[in-house]
């Protein structure tokens, strides 16, 4: 099943203008995925099981709170070399992540068809999953879900997790497609989490409007 949360709060809403933004630097780029990794991170929490417990202040008084029971739960899974700074600022919220990688690129050369791109995966890296893990897959642009895709799929071969979240920074209707049939077919529960959903992808498989080549803009072409 796949549910759908688009972040509009304005913080985010305006950090994604400076990343649209062709004169943003590399460095004011990377630091606004680092920036958008905690917002997407922050709005996750809301989806980990929480429980009630009591702590005494320094004044000697009780007093009722909550703890996040799942934040020892994360693992994170990034897509790279774009998600690299996405997932700097996912770690900011879920400090004790475990963390893995997948190196995936998509065949370009082949050309796109039916909005699918064949997927060369050049190395997965990831953590044990357990049936108590909740997943994040780091992804910042999931033009046609080809590569989401094929890391669900890799992901869920190292074990089931209780969830699985995507932590984007741009979407499309496309992928959302392909990764609600992705979902149906895998029975996994995904939850897509993204700052902006596009309505385009271009014959080149780039995001309309978008923000242009999120790894050359962050490390460099
Ligand atoms: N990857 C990017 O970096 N940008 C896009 O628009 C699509 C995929």
């Known amino acids: 099943m796949l549910k759908v949360k688009v972040i509009d709060h304005p913080y985010a809403q305006a950090i994604l203008t400076v990343l649209r933004d062709r ?85 370009e050369e082949k050309g796109m068809r039916n909005y699918e791109f064949e997927v060369d995966v050049a190395y997965v890296k990831i953590p044990t999953i357990t049936p108590e893990s909740i997943v994040i897959l780091s992804d910042v642009m999931v033009a046609t879900g080809s590569t989401a895709d094929r890391a669900l799929r890799e992901i869920i071969t190292h074990g089931r997790a209780k969830k699985y979240l995507l932590a984007s920074i741009i979407i499309t209707p496309i992928a959302l497609t392909r990764l609600s049939k992705a979902s149906e077919e895998l029975g996994i529960n995904l939850t897509v989490y993204s700052v902006a959903v596009d309505p385009e992808v271009n014959n080149r498989g780039y995001i309309v409007p978008g923000l242009g080549d999120a790894g050359d803009r962050a490390f460099g072409s």
């Open 23 to 107: 004169r943003t630097s590399q460095i004011e780029f990377r630091k606004g995925l680092v920036r958008l990794g905690r917002v997407l991170g922050l709005e996750m929490v809301k989806e980990l099981e929480v429980e009630e417990c009591e702590v005494e202040t320094p004044l000697g008084v009780k007093t009722r709170g909550i703890r996040v029971k799942d934040l020892d739960q994360v693992v994170i899974i990034t897509v790279l070399r774009a998600a690299w700074p996405l997932t700097e600022g996912l770690v900011k919220i879920f400090f004790n992540a475990k963390q893995g990688v997948i190196v995936a690129k998509r065949v």
